[in-house]
């Protein structure tokens, strides 16, 4: 007859260990996978909120989940940004937005966020008519790039850390027409445009902390300058360049069109006259360069639709 085998009360105890320690992963496991689809189904929810505009609804929905306190500090970070976008470009009220985002930076958020962040902090302290907070930020951050002066030269004005020269100055009224930059020939003139410059940069400086080079009709503007400098270089290249009138051409246009210049002498309209023969064959050359794109790209005018 066999004997039966005994085991020491320490052994069973270490079973029991065991199969209890494998039990709670289990259970755990189970939980965490069960939170994870719960979280899964709540952010599925709130996203839906705010596809539908129901943004005060969204914004509860997405607080519950990070009251749940099963985010990673990352995506803790996300999803408080999530809620000041929400609040900031769907509510326009900045001061939540702003705590959001001051939340979300403190989270650690990823690294391509945090930038993101310090440009959304700016445009809410701006929209709250807090200029110094949003210059502050931005010196903190460094987040925007700093636009220099022209290296060396005499510096005649500061901009927060950005310096403006005498060569920059003098460069900007080599750009105004001859007339306007006769007119900063004295000391008292050229601080007057210094201080107008100045004004301008830092109304565009605001103006760029403020988000409005995102604005739809300010991108709409600059498309339709961009078009007008582009038709401006083209006709310049195609049609007015290739525009020269002598002096002989111009007297020849003014002897046939004496009713035009009032019985004045062709020395008194000699200019008046070069120009107007230069604008007569500019309109020639641009009918013909038309005719030959349209002819090109084989464009077509429905007169009877008109």
């Known amino acids: 007859m066999k004997e039966s085998k005994t085991y020491s009360p320490i052994l069973w105890i270490l079973l029991l260990l065991i199969l209890a320690a494998q039990a709670f992963l289990i259970v755990r496991s189970l939980s965490r996978g069960e939170a994870e689809a719960d979280i899964d189904k709540m952010q599925e929810y709130a996203n839906a909120l705010a596809d539908n505009r129901l943004y005060s609804q969204a914004i509860a929905e997405y607080d519950r989940i990070l009251e749940t306190g099963k985010l990673s500090e990352k995506k ?27 939340r979300a930076k403190l989270l650690k958020p990823e690294e391509h966020l945090e930038r993101e962040l310090s440009l959304k902090l700016v445009e809410c302290y701006e929209r709250l ?44 009224i080599s750009r105004l027409p001859d007339f306007a930059q006769k007119e900063t020939n004295t000391r008292e003139r050229r601080l007057e445009f210094l201080k107008q410059y100045v004004g301008a940069e830092l ?50 246009y003014y002897q046939a069109h004496k009713d035009e210049f009032e019985d004045k002498s062709f020395g008194e309209v000699k200019e008046l006259a070069r120009l107007k023969l230069q604008q007569e064959r500019s309109q020639e050359e641009f009918d013909k360069l038309i005719a030959r794109l349209m002819k090109a790209e084989k464009v077509e005018i429905f007169e009877d639709q008109l």
């Open 76 to 102: 803790s970070a996300n999803l408080n940004y999530l809620v000041g976008k929400i609040y900031m470009e769907r509510l326009s009220e900045y001061e939540n937005a702003a705590a959001r985002f001051v």
């Open 129 to 172: 008519g807090r200029s110094f907070d949003a210059q502050r930020e931005l010196e903190r951050e460094t987040s925007t790039s700093e636009k220099p002066g022209t290296p060396g030269g005499k510096v005649v004005a500061r901009i927060g850390k950005r310096e403006v020269t005498l060569s920059e100055l003098e460069e900007e």
């Open 203 to 252: 109304l565009y400086d605001s103006a760029l902390r403020k988000g409005y080079d995102k604005d739809p009709e300010v991108l709409k503007g600059l498309e339709d300058v961009k078009k007008q400098l582009l038709v401006q270089k083209i006709f310049q290249e195609e049609v007015y360049s290739k525009i020269e009138v002598s002096d002989s051409d111009a007297e020849l």
